[in-house]
């Protein structure tokens, strides 16, 4: 269905829809920006949080052991009343941060962590035996070298076998500056995310409600300012006539009747719509008064026209319209699209008909010899360019059987000029010369000057033959 159709019968697509939709749409991803940006925010401060937390649990943890004896927590670990009593102290701290989900003490070697302590979480995870060696998972392997030497690390998160977990580990060194153990925590990411969905939930719930109280009031704004007083317009242009003054002064009043009084650019919009209909019935009115005249006058000069370019006693082109032929030919011919011919006819015995049967009969006899030209070359123009000259510009489809109407014209000629039984003002003759434009020819002119030429022989031709009176 074309626009127009579209407009006629009302299917076009609502403002009062589509603005409501693009408000809802732009809500709904700034929304997702907004849940997306304060999120991401939030689990970094989480990190950051825990971080700092690590720091301080392992640094306790540190306070609690004493570096030179980790060989000896390994090989004694529960014979040993001290090792006991850290284990113990240590079981006291991680009740204190309710948040640590393991904590644990691990010498780093080549072939991975070699457990000193290690806390159960009081689940179902019981804490490793002192002297086991544990697996370095896959996010501290990259470290493996620097943890080795007790270089720090950043805290760590990755999938183990215990979950998704979040671990920060604190080098210690004994007095001497030797790497001994690394004391570890462990949070639980799984707790991490729970947190972060609680709080977007959070964040979402009270973004929706914002949302949604801000669209009711947008929406219904929208349709009181904008969408209402569209579609009234609308509405009313669907009813407009377009057949005469009466039917635009209908458009005007059916519009006028609408009042929309705002003080916006809906109601500048309508009242220069108002005023466009009053000036456009004004110009409509005077366009009818102003079409009336120019035909008449278009009628005159289509008159002065024929006159002005064709000849009163033929009805074929004259001078001026042969000129003026020449003219759209040389531009044809500068563009390479020129395809014609042009046959000169000079009218013969004119003289001898005006001197002895009168200018009446001569003016006859120059309308007929003119009859048999035009009845030959029915798609060519005929221009009558002197008192007994002619010229045929050969075009269409005249031009691809110029050879055969050339010789069909000088037979119609001599036939009639050897009709004895006729009489003499009925033997109409004529001389022709023809010529073909072809690439060498810069203008028309050049093609004319050889038609005249070939014209010229034949003339001379027949008065050798049949005497001169002209």
Known sequence: ???????????????????????????????????????????????????????????????????????????????????????????????????????????????GGHVIFDLDNGGDDEGDSPGTVYELDDAFVPYREDLMVGRDVPALSGRTQYGYLLTYMRPVFDENGNYKCHVCVDFSMDFIYKKDIKFIIGILVFIMVAVIFVLIMDIAIVRKKVTKPLSMMIKCTRNFKYGDDDDRLFNVSSMEELGIDSMD????????????????????????????????????????????????????????????????????????????AVIMADLNNLKYI???????????????????????????????????????????????????????????????????NKDRRERYSASLGMAVYSDEDENVKQVFVRADEDMYANKMEFNNVNGSYR
């Open 1 to 111: 269905m074309k626009k127009e159709e579209k407009i006629k019968s009302g299917k076009m697509k609502s403002l009062s829809i589509q603005i409501p939709v693009i408000f809802i749409l732009s809500m709904l991803i700034f929304s997702a920006a907004v849940v997306a940006i304060i999120a991401f925010r939030f689990h970094s401060r989480m990190i950051d949080e825990y971080t700092r937390m690590a720091k301080g649990v392992t640094n306790l943890m540190a306070y609690k052991i004493d570096p030179s004896k980790t060989e000896e927590y390994m090989e004694k670990n529960f014979e040993m009343d001290e090792y006991n009593k850290v284990l113990e102290e240590l079981y006291q701290l991680k009740d204190n941060y309710p948040d640590v989900l393991y904590m644990y003490v691990y010498r780093i070697e080549e072939d």
């Open 354 to 420: 005006n001197d002895y049967f009168g200018h009446k009969d001569g003016d006859e006899y120059i309308a007929k010899c003119c009859n048999i030209l035009s009845g030959i070359f029915k798609q060519s123009p005929v221009f009558r360019v002197g008192g007994d000259e002619f010229v045929i510009i050969i075009e269409n489809d005249d031009y691809d059987n110029k050879d055969e109407l050339y010789k069909k014209t000088i037979q119609s000629f001599a036939d009639s000029y050897n009709d004895e």
């Open 265 to 340: 650019e809906i109601g500048e919009l309508y009242n220069m719509f108002v005023l466009s209909l009053k000036e456009s019935r004004y110009y409509m009115t005077s366009f009818n008064k102003a079409k009336i005249d120019i035909l008449d006058k278009e009628e005159k000069l289509d008159e002065m026209s024929r006159v002005a370019l064709f000849d009163s006693l033929t009805g074929v082109g004259n001078k001026a319209a042969f000129n003026k032929k020449c003219n759209e030919l040389d531009k044809e011919i500068a563009e390479n699209k020129a395809c014609f």
